[in-house]
């Protein structure tokens, strides 16, 4: 027989008390993430709520924010894997994002709008980068049986072309400052990405793709190339722990 707590103490035992909180209330909680500078005085940013995700603007001195998605919602950002992200043109005029009703990219006006599709064909598109000109975008392409990472315009009028090679699952592209080549990291498809991840770069005029950084037993991610296009920076755990380290971008060194 279970023993009964008296209603005098049951407030001094942890566990035995009416709780406050609820889990609906829980549900009730905005999570806002992901900022991006639009220009020096505007502000993107996602706000999750209810199973629903939108895109605001805000100024950067204050005020009332815009949501910029209400015509067509985004992906949740807060989820992880495959699926989200959004990116700002390097004019800060356009937004694009992955839209969850059918996981293609939408563009919309930093301004406001109706959002406009940019891809077509199978499967899901995400986490779209601009290039530094604005002309194209990078992004994930998954059609349920293979991760890729692809590239097309960034007016909507071509199918976007695959630059990835092989089995291995893809992530996380970067643009070179001059255009020309894309880093990303990529990790088996047997594989898991906290055991061993490599920061490949692909040529996108000659069509050349290598792996930059192979460390056998290494997680190496996030790479971020140096304003000149000469170095990477990437987060590394070869010294046992996750350190921030800087690559010859010609010689992986």
């Known amino acids: ?32 993430g992901a900022p991006r500078w639009l220009d020096t005085n505007r502000l993107a940013y996602a706000q999750d709520h209810n199973a629903r995700a939108d895109l605001y603007v805000a100024d950067a001195a204050g005020g009332l924010p815009l949501v910029i998605t209400a015509d067509r919602a985004t992906t949740p950002i807060f989820t992880g894997g495959l ?37 077509t064909g199978a499967g899901g598109h995400a986490s779209p980068q601009f290039s530094p000109d604005g002309r194209r975008l990078a992004l994930m392409v998954d059609d349920g049986e293979r991760v890729a990472i692809a590239v097309t315009d960034a007016g909507g009028e071509e199918w976007p072309r695959r630059v990835s090679r092989g089995d291995a699952i893809p992530f996380d592209p970067q643009w070179s400052p001059d255009g020309r080549s894309l880093a990303y990291a990529e990790y088996d498809a047997e594989g898991y990405p906290w055991h061993q991840t490599r920061v490949v770069v692909a040529d996108l005029d000659g069509g050349e793709v290598r792996a930059l950084v192979d460390w056998p037993g290494v997680a190496t991610l996030a790479p971020r190339w140096s304003p000149d296009g000469k170095r990477l920076a990437v987060i590394s755990d070869r010294s046992g722990w996750a350190n921030l380290w800087v690559v010859d971008a010609a010689t992986g060194e």
Not at 90 to 117: F, M
């Open 1 to 32: 027989m279970g023993h009964s707590v008296p209603n005098s103490t049951r407030e001094k035992v942890p566990g035995k008390w009416d709780t406050r909180l609820t889990p609906a209330m829980f549900a009730q909680v905005k999570q806002v």
């Open 83 to 119: 699926g989200g992200g959004y990116a700002v043109a390097p004019d800060g005029g356009t937004v694009v994002y992955t839209s969850p009703a059918d996981g293609k990219l939408y563009a919309v006006a930093a301004e406001g709008g109706k959002a406009r599709q940019v891809t």
